[in-house]
T-cell receptor, first 113, second 113 residues
C-alpha cells in the first residue's frame, strides 16, 4: 500500500514563527503536492514538485516555500507564520503521467496564534 | 480559468435514501475525473473516470462521466450513516508536460439514522 506520511498531525505556532511541515512517501512517486483545505474553499494547491529539486507554484503560493532535496520527501515551509495560515494542510503524491490516483497523507492541522 | 464546481455543497438525507452528487468542470486539457471520499482525515480514492458513458460501480456507489456536458455524477443508493463525509471531485488537467488536479469545493453529505 502507498503510504504518505505527514509527521506532524497537530501543531500550534505563534505568529512570526518559522514552521516546517514534513511529508514522506514510500512509493517512489515523482510528483508531490501540498494543499491546504479550508471550510467552504475546498482543496487549494500551494506548491507541487515533479522531480527532486524542482518545484512549481500552485494557486496560492504566497507566504509559503517548499523544499525537495530527496525524491521521497517534500517539505512545506512557512517562513513567518500568520493567523490566516491556520488551516489543514494535506500532502499528496502521484506517479508521473500516470493518469492515476493521487495519494494523500493524513493531514496536518496547523493553528497560528 | 480552469474550474470544477460541485453541487450541492451540502446535503442531509435519511438512511436508505438515494443521493446524487454533481460535478461540472471547465478544464482546458481534460485527462480524467476523480471522486474522493473524505471523512475525518485524508481523502480516499473512489473512482477515476476517463471515458464518457461508462459507469463505474463499487457496492452502493456508482459514477459516470459525460464529456459532452462536461460533468459527472456520483450516486449512492441505500445510504448508511457511514456514508456521511465530504465527497470531493477533482479533474486532472494535463496541461503542458505536467498533470495537475483541480478540486471542487466538495459536497458535505450527512446521513441521519
Amino acid at each position: 500500500d502507498v503510504k504518505v506520511t505527514q509527521s506532524s498531525r497537530y501543531l500550534v505556532k505563534r505568529t512570526g514563527e518559522k514552521v516546517f511541515l514534513e511529508c514522506v512517501q514510500d512509493m517512489d512517486h515523482e510528483n508531490m503536492f501540498w494543499y491546504r483545505q479550508d471550510p467552504g474553499l475546498g482543496l487549494r494547491l500551494i506548491y507541487f514538485s515533479y522531480d527532486v529539486k524542482m518545484k512549481e507554484k500552485g494557486d496560492i503560493p504566497e507566504g509559503y516555500s517548499v523544499s525537495r532535496e530527496k525524491k521521497e520527501r517534500f517539505s512545506l515551509i512557512l517562513e513567518s507564520a500568520s493567523t490566516n495560515q491556520t488551516s489543514m494542510y494535506l500532502c499528496a503524491s502521484s506517479l508521473w503521467r500516470s493518469g492515476n490516483t493521487i495519494y494523500f497523507g493524513e493531514g496536518s492541522w496547523l493553528t497560528v496564534v | 480559468e480552469d474550474k470544477v464546481v460541485q453541487s450541492p455543497l451540502s446535503l442531509v438525507v435519511h438512511e436508505g435514501d438515494t443521493v446524487t452528487l454533481n460535478c461540472s468542470y471547465e478544464v482546458t486539457n481534460f485527462r480524467s475525473l476523480l471522486w474522493y471520499k473524505q471523512e475525518k482525515k485524508a481523502p480516499t480514492f473512489l473512482f477515476m473516470l476517463t471515458s464518457s458513458g461508462i459507469e463505474k460501480k463499487s457496492g452502493r456507489l456508482s459514477s459516470i462521466l459525460d464529456k459532452k456536458e462536461l460533468s459527472s455524477i456520483l450516486n449512492i443508493t441505500a445510504t448508511q450513516t457511514g456514508d456521511s463525509a465530504i465527497y470531493l471531485c477533482a479533474v486532472e488537467d494535463y496541461g503542458g508536460s505536467q498533470g495537475n488536479l483541480i478540486f471542487g469545493k466538495g459536497t458535505k453529505l450527512s446521513v441521519k439514522p
